[in-house]
């Protein structure tokens, strides 16, 4: 149970602007989820890993905070192309290459002008996939460098940025574990400095296992 969480949080806890350069600032997303898991109640799950995700992002870099009991943060450092997750069973961040995959994208599909969310009529990308099916729904009014993402290839994040060039405003994820719903709720344009995207002072970490 705890790989399947870690592997959850980090492969997808993973993800706006009018303006010609990308967006920085915070969306702040609702999560529900639907366990798969026998043992595993849908509310668990919600309990664990938090109904409500608060998303930064500046150039590369990106930062979650959840209200989970389990989860509690990820940070993307893009000059070390590292994944780190804060977990509140464990004292140190766990961190993932990025350049790694354990999943693998098998098919793309795009579809125009599926959805409104938050008054802005989004696209659709389906990503088929090893692990299961990933759809993301975005509008290329909030612009991501997918440039900057180029090594990022955990949890499919490089497939999903250089075919959108833009942030999720909605994620629909199955897998044989769950499924999740992530919506935004809000996006705010802010400068936040470089060093809000750093580990905590006196952080310890550590490899993940998984």
Do not use: R
């Not at 192309?81 to 350049?99: I, P």
């Not at 802005?120 to 460098?145: A, H, I, M, P, R």
């Not at 996006?187 to 993940?208: A, C, G, H, R, Y």
């Amino acid at each position: 149970m705890k790989k399947t969480l870690l592997i959850f949080v980090t492969t997808f806890l993973t993800s706006i602007t009018s303006f010609a350069q990308t967006f920085e600032g915070k969306v702040i997303y609702t999560n529900s989820y639907k366990s798969k898991i026998p043992n595993i109640a849908d509310d668990q799950f919600t309990s664990m890993m938090g109904a409500t995700q608060e998303y930064f992002i500046k150039n590369g870099n990106y930062k979650s905070v959840a209200n989970g009991t389990l989860f509690q943060s990820q940070y993307y450092i893009n000059s070390e192309n590292k994944l780190y997750t804060k977990m509140a069973n464990a004292e140190a961040f766990l961190w993932n290459d990025g350049s790694t995959n354990p999943d693998e994208v098998i098919k793309y599909e795009l579809n125009k002008g599926i959805i409104d969310i938050l008054g802005y009529k989004c696209d659709e990308l389906v990503l088929t996939c090893k692990n299961g099916v990933q759809k993301y729904y975005f509008n290329s009014k909030f612009s991501v460098d997918s440039k900057a993402f180029v090594n990022h290839k955990f949890g499919n994040w490089y497939d999903f940025v250089s075919k959108s060039n833009s942030l999720p405003l909605k994620s629909v994820i199955e897998n044989a574990q769950f499924s999740l719903e992530s919506t935004a709720t809000s996006i705010t344009e802010m400068k936040l400095d470089n060093s809000f995207f750093t580990l905590p002072s006196n952080s310890k970490t550590m490899k993940s296992p998984y």
